[in-house]
Nanobody, 122 residues
């Protein structure tokens, strides 16, 4: 499966963005999906994950209550709705896919999109 993340941009603190991840090559319903981010000089970190049927979601403590992950298997898309954005949310955001159960560990994911830049100004 090929993944392409989009929807990033520059936003003021307190604002919102909606990231999209479009899958091609194979239906996204076959995969658990995750969102990760990497800020300059930092390691890639887990943000959110969602099971194949959307029955299970899980968030990093740093984004809980502000971010919402969802998916539309019919459209082969996964989303990350980000609200109440903070400057510390600035990073390149990646969507990723894995077979089986979802995970918070980046090394568990088999397929990665190219990333989309999110910049939050103070």
């Amino acid at each position: 499966v090929q993944l392409q993340a989009s929807g990033g941009g520059l936003v003021q603190a307190g604002g919102s963005l909606r990231l999209s991840c479009t899958a091609s090559g194979r239906t996204v319903s076959a995969y658990a999906m995750g969102w990760f981010r990497q800020a300059p000089g930092k390691e890639r970190e887990f943000v959110a994950r969602i099971s194949r049927s959307s029955s299970s979601t899980y968030y990093a403590d740093s984004v809980k209550g502000r971010f919402t992950v969802s998916r539309n298997n019919a459209e082969n898309m996964v989303f990350l709705q980000m609200s109440s954005l903070k400057p510390e949310d600035t990073a390149v955001y990646y969507c990723a896919a894995k077979s089986g159960l979802p995970s918070t560990v980046s090394y568990d994911y088999e397929y990665w999109g190219q990333g989309t830049q999110v910049t939050v100004s103070s």
